[in-house]
């Protein structure tokens, strides 16, 4: 008997919507009780009218079909999806979430601001690494699915992301199978590769898709995309190799070959894309592929892809452990199952705890989500507590007029007091003004050492993160600042100015010098001898006192350092990173610095063992504005 939770999967592709309306066992056992599919056309995959067009093709088959689950988990179409897999050093467990987030901001290509991205760790290789699937979708993206959601009264439990909803559903439904598998996803834009291997997973995008072949043919053929479209699916098929005799219908025979042509630029990115799992992430060589997605069902394809790699392939069925109502129309079903992966991995999401788990709602759109559901009690509260406030008004009427006249004898005695309180609030506005000249007096005096006291909590704290460094690698492993400043500039263009630009800050060397924030004479491994008294190390203080630099002022407390270490690659291949990581760790528990605007930014110089020293930026946010 089947418990009243129901959900829906929704899978946004390019070409087509995909829906199914799951239910949960009282055995926890996934069970289909319906199924549409919606094809979108052209405009499906042009940003400019694909929502209106997603919204027009939910709301139409929820009227077919009659979905009425409110709940529903949504995928992300994959030419939108950013995904990556990315190999970490081994380093402390409570380092991996800062370390994934700085290779979020080297790889994906857009602001992280910008967009919604999340992570899972796959497991480690023989030498250590982690292995690391990173994905993003940009925010505005959720938004719209979001949009397309609430146009069919649904609200979105989690929005997930085609690698990791595949990789749900094949686990799932093959878990009996052994050795290397490969599934290729051949949709309407782009294509997926997807590797299963016990221990392993490892997926890639290629930009050829279905759509491809369409618009060839409707470029030959001079047809509508539309119409060209239709054809395809109703008579299209892929073009046998070697000598043959072509079919009567000339339209039929261009069709043929131009898939042969899409299919065979798609095998090429496929090989190379499997030599690359075998090279470079030590997999094994594919025993058997499954093909799935829409545009695998045109006729020939199957013999195509056998012709070309000679193993077996078959399709995909992501039903395969999934029970099936008994009103589903099989046969229909059987026409589109090898295409419902993803909608089954959704779906799978809601019942089980699955090896790939990520979620992409944005915080600021789940908390909106929260407070709608919410909205119909904070109604119902305030037409109850509009009820009760009539109730009291009725009730104390009659007691309005004795009430007044209370009132207007209390008035009499009051009045002289309110002359009293005037002269009271007078003196203590004076009292006021003074206190505000004292305290503006005492800051000024404050200021003139929190400069001083700043440098010198930095000296502390690079001393603190050499001598911690020296612990752990047992050497000495300085680190100094290189530039200090609120902006990254070209140290010619610096160079080159008189005094300082207005709204900028930075310091010359001798003052950082001045207060140990640098080696006192050249850096490692320059040539020639440090110059005569500069034989103090980053953390001394100096004997002589040059001339403080002209400054104008520090904007909103934000500082540019650009720091340099020793190079300790030669200990550990993570050495650097951690010496970078260590003081960054100072910085924020330091009680004039903002610990969450101060972080590392930039990139961190990849150097060799051979190298002397190495540079990092830091962007430092002083709790309080420094004044001069």
């Known amino acids: 008997m089947l418990k009243a939770k129901t959900f829906l999967s929704l899978d946004l592709g390019a070409g087509t919507l995909k829906v199914a309306e799951f239910a949960q066992t009282s055995a926890g056992v996934l069970v289909l009780q319906k199924f549409g599919v919606k094809s979108l056309g052209l405009q499906g995959s042009q940003d400019a009218s694909r929502e209106r067009v997603l919204i027009k093709a939910l709301q139409e088959l929820v009227a077919e079909r009659g979905f009425s689950a409110k709940q529903m988990n949504v995928c992300a179409p994959g030419f939108h999806v950013f995904s990556k897999f990315v190999k970490l050093p081994p380093v402390d467990s409570s380092k991996v979430t800062q370390i994934i987030q700085y290779e979020a901001q080297q790889n994906v290509p857009f602001p992280l601001e910008e967009v919604v991205w999340d992570y899972q760790i796959l497991g480690s290789n023989a030498s250590g690494e982690l292995e690391v699937l990173l994905v993003a979708v940009k925010a505005d993206v959720v938004e719209g699915m979001f949009r397309v959601a609430q146009s069919s009264g649904s609200r979105i439990g989690l929005v997930d992301v085609s690698p990791a909803s595949i990789c749900n559903a094949f686990r799932y439904n093959y878990s009996d199978v052994d050795g ?21 997973f490892y997926a890639r995008g290629i930009n050829i898709g279905a759509n491809s072949i369409t618009q060839d043919f409707a470029t030959e053929a001079k047809l509508p995309f539309a119409e060209a479209e239709k054809f395809k699916i109703a008579e299209g098929f892929v073009s046998l190799g070697g000598a043959y005799e072509e079919p009567e219908n000339p339209r039929q025979a261009t069709v043929s070959k131009i898939a042969r042509q899409v299919l065979t630029r798609l095998h090429i990115q496929v090989n190379q894309t499997v030599q690359f799992y075998r090279g470079q992430q ?14 695998s069902i045109m ?27 008994p009103s589903v129309n099989l046969e229909e079903l059987a026409v589109v199952a090898h295409s419902f992966g993803e909608v089954v991995g959704l779906g799978l999401r809601s019942v089980a705890q699955c090896p790939v788990e990520m979620n992409l ?10 407070l709608s559901q919410k909205k119909p009690y904070f109604i119902a509260s305030v037409f109850s507590l509009i009820a009760v406030v009539f109730a009291y008004g009725w009730f104390y009427g009659d007691v309005a007029a004795v009430t007044q006249s209370a009132l207007d004898g209390i008035n009499t005695k009051v009045q002289p007091l309110q002359a009293t309180e005037q002269r009271l609030q007078a003196e203590e506005q004076s009292v006021g003004k003074a206190k505000k000249e004292m305290e503006q007096l005492a800051t ?19 001393l603190v993160t050499e001598a911690g460094a020296k612990q752990k690698w047992g050497r000495d492993a300085g680190v100094w600042l290189e530039r200090f400043g609120t ?15 207005p709204g900028v800050f930075r310091m010359d060397m001798a003052m950082m010098r001045r207060y140990g924030l640098m080696p006192r004479g050249p850096a490692p491994g320059a040539e020639g001898e440090a110059a005569p008294g500069a034989e103090s190390p980053p953390g001394a203080m100096p004997g002589a006192e040059p001339a403080a630099p002209k400054v104008k002022k520090i904007d909103e407390g934000t500082m540019k350092l650009t720091c340099r270490g020793i190079n300790l690659t030669s200990r550990n291949p993570a050495a650097n990173t951690e010496l970078a990581f260590a003081l960054e760790k100072e910085l924020k528990q330091s009680p004039l610095f903002d610990e969450k605007e101060t972080k590392l930014s930039g990139q961190l110089e990849a150097v060799d063992a051979a190298a002397d020293t190495f540079t990092f930026q ?3 946010k002083l709790k309080r504005v420094i004044k001069l």
């Open 487 to 501: 902006e990254a500039e070209e140290p010619a263009a610096a160079a080159a100015e008189d005094g300082a630009t």
């Open 618 to 620: 830091v962007t430092l």
């Open 444 to 462: 000024w005096l404050q200021d003139r050492f929190y400069w001083q006291e700043t440098l010198t909590e930095l000296r502390a704290i690079l």
């Open 282 to 295: 030590g997999g094994s060589a594919p025993q058997r592929i499954y093909l799935a997605g829409g545009a």
């Open 299 to 325: 006729a020939y394809t199957t013999q195509f892809f056998t012709e070309k790699f000679n193993i077996p392939i078959e399709y995909f069925n992501p039903f395969r452990n999934v029970e099936i109502d």
């Open 361 to 370: 709602i944005p915080k600021n759109l789940l908390k909106k989500q929260q």
């Open 180 to 200: 290397c598998s490969m599934m290729l996803d051949i949709g309407a834009k782009t294509s997926n590769v997807y590797f299963f291997e016990k221990g392993k």
